[in-house]
């Protein structure tokens, strides 16, 4: 569907990033081909002080509904109080994001059964 296009979800950040979230460099549409060639819809985010993969995607795939899923890891990981507050940072950006594509997403297609059926 059109509201998966790399374009689209691009835009979509932008719009959250003029909203004040502080939306990181590392956060990025990521291609990604589903079935018959249609876009999915993939964001990711390496987390700065996890080294974990990290990554936002409409669950079930073809869903309105977005979460946030983090790759298992390897090896623990230990921070400071500093760089604790700095993950929390991020997650909570994370979260909002995960809403606002749900939004946006449920937004597009409800706009688009409203729409007269040329």
Known sequence: MPFRTKETLEAWLAEFAELGYPVSDRLRVMPQDG?????TGLIGLDLVNAG????LQPEPIGSTHWAVTFEAREQDVKLDAGR?????????????????LQTKSAAFIASRAAAPVA
Do not use: I, P, Q, R
């Open 84 to 100: 604790a507050l700095e993950l929390s940072t991020e997650l909570a950006m994370l979260s909002a994001l995960c809403a606002f």
């Open 35 to 39: 079935t018959e060639g249609h876009d």
């Open 52 to 55: 974990t993969v990290t990554y």
